[in-house]
């Protein structure tokens, strides 16, 4: 069974006209899963994380303060790009809750995978720095949850949004027992993710793109150097920061993916799984900025984790 995590409240982020991480995003994901082939997902609503949860991976005095940064009316500022709303506090903590419930599911034995819809994303976030359209960092989050809550040694996560996830790859630079995987474009913002980045223990794996690759270079990096990493850490569990801005109709990059690239790199994330976690994958939602790429990129992402409840 594959279960499904969101929340209206994450609609109510709102970070000004034109924005592309805007509510409509979310808007679009709900019509998507409408469609009657999502009608055996089990929906849940994303809970709250407790500061407690958080501050796993942020300061608490640094959750205290972003979440006091929280305007009654406009806009608060953060970066160049990152503002928060009326309600930004409380979305940001549903994107959160809901990657550390959906962990709780799926090492609780209630479902084979789960796929959170949430906003803000995350994989910006430093420990102590809101960037890049993210406040706290939730993939991050959810690999410190499992380990805090459940006892579990060897988390991985694996990125495929276009751009390079920074704070994950920064919170995970000193862990031997955290794996942080990534395909990019660079040269792009932020600047991170040479593939001679490889942390403290050689847990960090980056395969940068150039602007105009498409699934074929993608495939190759992720054949010739992601999966064999991944089979190698053998993590306990596979967390996607799962962004969807690589796709060739995405404004804000130059990759070339299509839909059925996503569908490929879902199942071999899933192999590694069974082979080494019970199968136990959690995908975040993080980037992908044209409606139509998004819903049918995230689409194809959750047909595929759901395959596993037909297997």
Same mark, same amino acid.
Request: with cysteine.
């Given at each position: 069974m594959t279960v499904f995590f969101t929340h209206n409240a994450c609609i109510a982020h709102d970070m000004g006209p034109?924005?592309?991480?805007? &509510?409509?995003?979310?808007?679009?994901? @709900?019509?998507?899963?409408?469609?009657? *082939?999502? $009608?055996?997902l089990d929906r849940r609503e994303a809970p709250l994380a407790s500061v407690d949860q958080i501050a796993l991976m942020h300061p608490r005095d640094h959750v205290e303060r972003v979440l006091a940064a929280e305007p009654?009316?406009?806009?608060?500022?953060?970066?160049?790009?990152?503002?928060?709303?009326?309600?930004?506090?409380?979305?940001a903590l549903r994107a959160a809750g809901a990657v550390c419930a959906a962990v709780d599911a799926v090492i609780g034995g209630e479902a084979a995978n789960a796929f959170c819809a949430g906003r803000p994303p995350g994989h910006h976030a430093e420990a102590e720095? &809101?960037?890049?359209?993210?406040?706290? @960092?939730?993939?991050?989050?959810?690999? *410190?949850? $499992?380990?805090?809550?459940?006892?579990l040694k060897r988390v991985a996560v694996m990125d495929f949004d276009v751009h390079h996830g920074n704070g994950t790859q920064a919170m995970f630079w000193n862990e031997p027992d955290m794996m942080f995987a990534s395909t990019h474009q660079m040269p792009l913002y932020p600047g991170t993710g040479a593939r001679q980045e490889r942390g403290a223990h050689g847990t960090i794996i980056n395969a940068p793109l150039p602007s105009g690759a498409g699934g074929e270079e993608f495939r190759a990096e992720m054949t010739e150097i992601i999966l064999p990493a991944l089979d190698?850490?053998?993590?306990?569990?596979?967390i996607i920061s799962a962004g969807f801005d690589a796709h060739e109709a995405d404004p804000l990059a130059g990759l070339r993916f299509v839909e059925d690239d996503y569908a490929w790199a879902t199942r071999e994330l899933m192999s590694i799984a069974?082979?080494?976690?019970?199968g136990r994958v959690v995908s975040s939602l993080e980037g992908g900025y044209d409606l139509d790429a998004l819903a049918a990129s995230a689409s194809t992402h959750v047909r595929v984790l759901m395959e596993k409840d037909r297997a």
């Open positions: 034109m924005h592309p991480e805007r &509510p409509a995003r979310l808007e679009a994901l @709900n019509q998507a899963f409408g469609d009657p *082939a999502f $009608a055996t009654e009316v406009g806009l608060a500022r953060l970066d160049a790009d990152t503002s928060m709303s009326p309600g930004s506090g409380e979305a720095i &809101p960037m890049g359209f993210c406040l706290f @960092n939730n993939v991050a989050i959810a690999a *410190a949850h $499992a380990r805090a809550a459940h006892g190698a850490f053998e993590p306990e569990l596979l069974d082979r080494h976690a019970g």
